[in-house]
């Protein structure tokens, strides 16, 4: 059984002040998580722990924080149910966590590449230039939508009819209006720059050289990538396809179509929140999906 589960780890919003620290004191391993975090990045442990929330949601803070939750979660997991997933993938940033889980990046370089990760993709707009929207509808007419507009592109395909678009705050605006003009619903969500579209080009960039200095292993299990919605096992890969995730859409809809295509039968999110498993549902109606975030959930988990 062990070998049809498929490992998740989510990105951005999923963040909770004192998030998986109970995981901690039941689990020696996960405070090895911790400790490694503090040790990489001073203080984010404590920022995990009490926050506060407007300093943990900053984009450079909740990568990192993220990145030790969802790696503690299932590190505990694993340890406890012996388990190991066929295959793994995570949401934006959750790809660092899956490819820590694969043991393909240290669990510090994932954390140093997504404090700078964060860093530079807030510095790559001002405030206020960049926004992102929540469409409701079918995809198709916001490809097209967008695909006849400058400045704005989908960059999130996260369920059959829920797909993000980012942009510059002007031209996610026009999208928006037409989008609705045709029938959809745009929600403006509340975000710290516009992710995943051409804007985050300088944070691209910026990042590319440390993605190639980084250490990559071979993979434990493949890892499918956010831009490609295809299986990786190749090391070498991965600093291509992490760099052009940056400005590239997630194919979370394709991701976990290929998931099931596998045969996955149970989709377990490492972490804080339900997010994932929400999409998945939508996605993959009927899946079985299970939530590991805490000590309770790791001692209920059952294959």
């Not at 059984?1 to 999923?14: D, E, K, N, T, V």
């Not at 997933?85 to 043991?103: C, D, I, K, Q």
């Not at 980084?214 to 190749?234: C, G, H, K, Q, W």
Request: some cysteine; overall charge negative.
């Amino acid at each position: 059984m062990s070998s049809r589960i498929a490992a998740l780890f989510p990105g951005q919003g999923s963040h909770a002040v004192g998030m998986g620290m109970e995981l901690t004191t039941a689990f020696p391993v996960a405070e090895a998580v911790y400790a490694e975090a503090e040790n990489t990045l001073p203080g984010l442990r404590a920022l995990i722990e009490t926050g506060p929330i407007e300093d943990l949601t900053l984009t450079a803070n909740q990568q990192p924080a993220l990145v030790a939750a969802g790696v503690a979660a299932y590190r505990a997991w694993q340890e406890k149910t012996g388990l190991t997933p066929m295959v793994a993938a995570g949401h934006s940033l959750g790809e660092y966590s899956a490819l820590v889980a694969s043991g393909v990046l240290s669990l510090a370089d994932a954390l140093r590449l997504t404090r700078k990760r964060g860093t530079l993709m807030q510095q790559a707009v001002a405030p206020g230039d960049g926004a992102m929207s929540a469409i409701m509808g079918d995809p198709a007419v916001v490809a097209e939508v967008c695909g006849n507009m400058e400045g704005v592109q989908p960059a999130n395909f996260n369920a059959p009819t829920q797909t993000v678009i980012s942009g510059t705050a002007a031209a996610v605006s026009a999208a928006s209006a037409e989008l609705k003009a045709r029938g959809l619903k745009a929600i403006p969500l509340k975000v710290s720059a516009p992710f995943h579209c051409a804007l985050m080009a300088p944070a691209a960039a910026g990042l590319s050289p440390d993605l190639q200095a980084a250490t990559y292993s071979p993979f434990t299990f493949p890892v499918v990538a956010n831009v490609t919605a295809e299986l990786n096992d190749d090391p070498l890969r991965v600093p291509d396809l992490l760099e052009r995730q940056i400005t590239g859409a997630v194919q979370w809809v394709e991701t976990i179509q290929t998931l099931a295509g596998l045969g996955v039968d149970t989709f377990v999110e490492f972490g804080p929140g339900k997010v994932l498993t929400g999409l998945v549902g939508r996605i993959v109606p009927g899946a079985r999906t299970v939530n590991v975030g805490t000590a309770a959930d790791v001692e209920a988990f059952e294959p």
